[in-house]
């Protein structure tokens, strides 16, 4: 107990001197954002409603190191899907973000309704009728078609490669496609698949007018049917769009929507205390005390999120269950969810968060308990403990601050006689060396990282023993069943059921090291109003207003 | 002196052929795919191929060097595989506003390393002399990244005067007001190592040339200060103008770090991206382009010289 009070006390030196620091750089004195007290209730009715030119500017900044490509699957991942691409451009299907209580829905988007037929191979979508692309050109069955042949079909003279790359793994699984009329569309899939509609909520419609008429050039003019217009791209810079007044699921209330790319978590925090951006996407942990003191809103919720390692069970030590438990047992998440994090993340004793619906409540929990963690190891063959490496990114969008929290995992599993030394590898370096096996070579024994749309798919690609990226290795024939099975079934309680046992399976198993989930943080401006935070990575911006 | 210009432009053929060669190895080196950056961490291993395949990337790789030479010399720098535009308008873009950076830093550097050289040279025990100490050190040893997170710290968060990123306000179009108050703080950024390098430079060529005997016969003859200091500059100039020559490749290197810090959409800015995407065509291109104007300006810094120095114009007219 006096162990942990030392190792909090020192967790708050040292965040108190990263406080410090930033307090230096952030200013002694009062800046002029600083007077605004009054913290406002988020979700209120704009007072002005949605007529003409009513909800003002909203200046984001964030975490994407560039402006990401206005395609319909735009560059800088899922941060650039997020806020250009699912602004831009829509899918057949898409979440409800309206609230942020329980897990998004999946509802109709461009397409009003589906169903699958007799034998679970073809879907068939109605489309949505009236609706018309940027340009003015309508959507329907032939967009449809040719947006379809564009990302799927290699000979189809408007084929782009770099399209087709971003949502590759939800269409891999699209076997066929064909115009039943203008308005219906029919998709057929390899194999019985019950996850197309979910899959489909990442393939976005382009205008095919634009497409054509643009050629090379598209990405200039880009044209689809979401809420926000294209307006101009200042390279480096800023994406400006503006609200498109025909948007089929009611005009935003906002006049212009700017996003900025500032990869520095602390040039966000200036620049919105500073008063140049209305919205800074991560702030971090350092920053919180500040911001809110300040009477900026510091949004956090929930959202399918995972930060974990990876345990080689190509080696002798990590294929060992109880190794694998012991270390989850070493890890004191709730003081690195408080006192490092400052409330950004929360715990992870699982793959899901309490109240997720793939979340067991019977599972096995690993508490903080360093006692079992080292009974553990001795059943296990290991009384001293052992040694061994973790690798881990620099940096990235959902890998949260991989270093600062690798480094208290290390002091974590020290003191149960585990000594790991961190290996920091730069993004792209790592994707490279995983594709040869586990990361850098095959005697590191974690590898961690942060997923930020853990879906059902990353869990396959965790836990499934015949998913390439199951970097792990971890394999269960049961688990591996369950999965297969889930993509199956069609009846949405039966599936999660069958999802929630694999995780409660891989979970007792200690498959991975389970760390924490992150929280979404985001600050935003005091005069920003209408967000509603959902339990999701994406965000609907058509609800905000700036006063 | 026409045919040792014609002469140094030649030799810049064969350093650009080597630049092309060692950036194309360079980039073949660095671990890492640009279809990482485009397909997800789920893709597999045939979609990887395909994308690889699609790019050109999958050619042998004399292959893919002088295909990408031949392009080169029909003007063609490629296209982005991440923009999806062409390099060479990218580069263009981009470096319009790198050069508006790196004048303004430039200039204010060499402003303030000449002044404060000078006074010290001729003052060695006055304030100015310890300021030129300070820069001195300071200039060459302060990281730049660090000092623009201090900069901005101090203008930009605490008193608020200057806008801590961008080239303009977001959102608004270009005027010049606003443009000079984004540049002030990269260009103090980007021009500090310059300042540091070049005020020792200006201080030492002074103070030896003070010290010499023309000094002193000019001296004897009852010229006044100014004419003393007239001729005394036209000798510190050759120095001064090769060690500038040399301080427009430092200013290209801190560009990239100050471009990056401070969103200044310019060449620095567009390779780091580039980098870290792996985006070959842009990565090479933009090498190439910095590499070919470093070289240029050094040549003509080169030339420069023969006009302020008949001692180098007297022994090229020997040699030739």
Request: hydrophobic letters at 45%; charged letters at 20%.
């Amino acid at each position: 107990m006096l162990k942990r009070d030392r190792r909090r006390r020192r967790l708050r030196r040292w965040s108190a001197g990263w406080a410090i620091f930033l307090a230096v750089l952030l200013a002694a004195c009062t800046s002029q954002s600083g007077s605004t007290g009054s913290t406002a209730e988020m979700g209120e009715t704009a007072g002005t409603g949605s007529g003409s030119g009513s909800g003002g500017e909203l200046i984001i900044a964030m975490t994407a190191g560039d402006v990401p490509t206005p395609d319909t699957y735009p560059t800088q991942g899922q941060e650039g899907l997020r806020f250009v691409g699912f602004q831009i451009y829509d899918a057949l299907t898409r979440w409800d973000l309206t609230q942020g209580d329980t897990l998004p829905k999946l509802v109709g988007g461009l397409a009003t309704e589906w169903e699958v037929s007799e034998d679970k191979l073809t879907w068939t979508f109605k489309l949505r009728e009236g609706v018309t692309f940027h340009d003015g050109t309508p959507f329907n069955a032939d967009a449809v078609i040719f947006n379809l042949d564009r990302i799927l079909d290699q000979n189809f003279p408007y084929y782009n490669a770099q399209a087709a790359a971003g949502p590759r793994s939800q269409t891999t699984v699209i076997a066929g496609y064909e115009k039943i009329d203008d308005y219906t569309v029919a998709i057929t899939t390899h194999e019985p698949f019950s996850m197309l509609p979910e899959n489909m909520a990442f393939v976005t419609f382009a205008s095919p007018e634009a497409v054509k008429t643009y050629g090379d050039d598209y990405l200039e003019h880009p044209s689809g049917t979401g809420p926000f217009k294209f307006e101009r791209l200042v390279p480096g810079q800023e994406l400006v769009m503006v609200r498109n007044e025909n948007y089929w699921g009611g005009a935003p209330k906002l006049d212009r929507l700017i996003v900025k790319p500032m990869p520095d978590a602390s040039s966000r925090t200036a620049a919105l205390l500073a008063g140049e951006v209305h919205w800074a996407e991560a702030p971090s942990p350092e920053a919180v005390e500040r911001l809110k003191s300040q009477g900026f809103n510091l949004i956090t919720n929930t959202y399918p999120h995972i930060w974990r390692s990876y345990l080689n069970q190509d080696l002798d030590v990590p294929k060992d269950v109880r190794v694998r438990q012991a270390l989850n047992y070493a890890i004191d998440r709730e003081t690195m969810a408080e006192a490092l994090l400052m409330g950004l993340g929360t715990p992870s004793t699982q793959f899901w968060y309490e109240g997720h619906e793939f979340y067991h409540p019977d599972a096995v929990k690993y508490t903080y308990d360093p006692e079992k963690a080292k009974a553990l190891l001795a059943e296990a063959g290991y009384p001293g403990g052992f040694s061994g490496r973790i690798v881990i990114p620099a940096s990235g969008s959902g890998h949260m601050w991989p270093i600062p929290m690798t480094e208290y995992i290390q002091q974590n599993l020290l003191a149960i006689g585990v000594d790991m030394k961190i290996d920091v590898m730069e993004w792209q370096t790592m994707l490279q060396n995983n594709r040869a096996g586990f990361p850098n070579d095959r005697d590191a024994l974690g590898f961690a990282w942060g997923t930020p749309t853990h879906t059902l798919l990353s869990f396959y690609n965790t836990v499934h023993s015949s998913s390439p990226t199951n970097h792990g290795k971890y394999a269960n024939p049961k688990v591996d069943e369950l999965l297969d099975q889930a993509y199956q079934t069609f009846d949405e309680a039966e599936r999660n059921a069958l999802i929630r046992e694999a995780s409660r399976i891989a979970t007792d198993e200690a498959a991975i090291l389970f760390v924490v989930h992150d929280l979404n943080a985001r600050a935003l401006a005091p005069n920003v109003k209408g967000f509603v935070q959902p339990q999701s990575w994406f965000a609907d911006l058509t609800t905000v207003w700036v006063e | 002196m026409l045919r040792y210009a014609a002469y140094r432009v030649m030799l810049l053929v064969p350093i650009l052929l080597g630049v092309t060669l060692v950036v194309f190895g360079l980039n073949q080196m660095i671990p890492g795919d640009p279809v990482d950056f485009l397909l997800d961490a789920d893709a597999t291993p045939a979609d990887r191929e395909y994308l690889r395949a699609y790019l050109g990337l999958d050619r042998p790789l004399p292959m893919q060097y002088f295909t990408w030479l031949g392009n080169l010399l029909e003007g063609d720098f490629g296209r982005s595989f991440i923009k999806q535009r062409a390099v060479l308008d990218l580069i263009l873009e981009s470096f319009a506003n790198t050069l508006i950076l790196i004048l303004a830093g430039g200039t204010l550097a060499i402003v303030v390393a000449l002044v404060i050289g000078i006074l010290s040279a001729l003052y060695p025990r006055s304030p100015a002399a310890m300021l030129a100490n300070v820069l001195g050190i300071s200039g060459v040893s302060l990281p730049n990244f660090w000092v623009a997170l201090l900069l901005i710290g101090l203008f930009s968060v605490t008193l608020g005067w200057l806008p801590a990123s961008g080239m303009r306000t977001t959102g608004s179009d270009f005027s010049l007001g606003d443009l000079a108050a984004h540049i002030i703080l990269p260009a103090i950024t980007v021009g500090l190592t310059t300042v540091g390098t070049m005020t020792r430079i200006v201080r030492a060529a002074f103070a030896d040339l003070l010290k010499q005997d023309f000094v002193l016969a000019l001296k004897a003859k009852g010229s006044v200060r100014r004419s003393i200091l007239a001729h005394v500059f036209k000798n510190a100039l050759p120095p001064i103008l090769t060690v500038a020559g040399l301080e427009i490749g430092s200013l290209l290197g801190g560009s990239v770090i100050t471009e990056s810090i401070f969103s200044w959409p310019g060449v620095g800015k567009l390779m780091y991206d580039a980098i870290t995407q792996r985006d070959y065509p842009v990565i090479q291109g933009g090498i190439l382009f910095v590499s070919f104007l470093f070289v240029s300006v050094n040549v003509l810094v080169d030339v420069l010289h023969g006009c302020v120095d008949p001692r180098i114009r007297k022994s090229l007219r020997g040699a030739t």
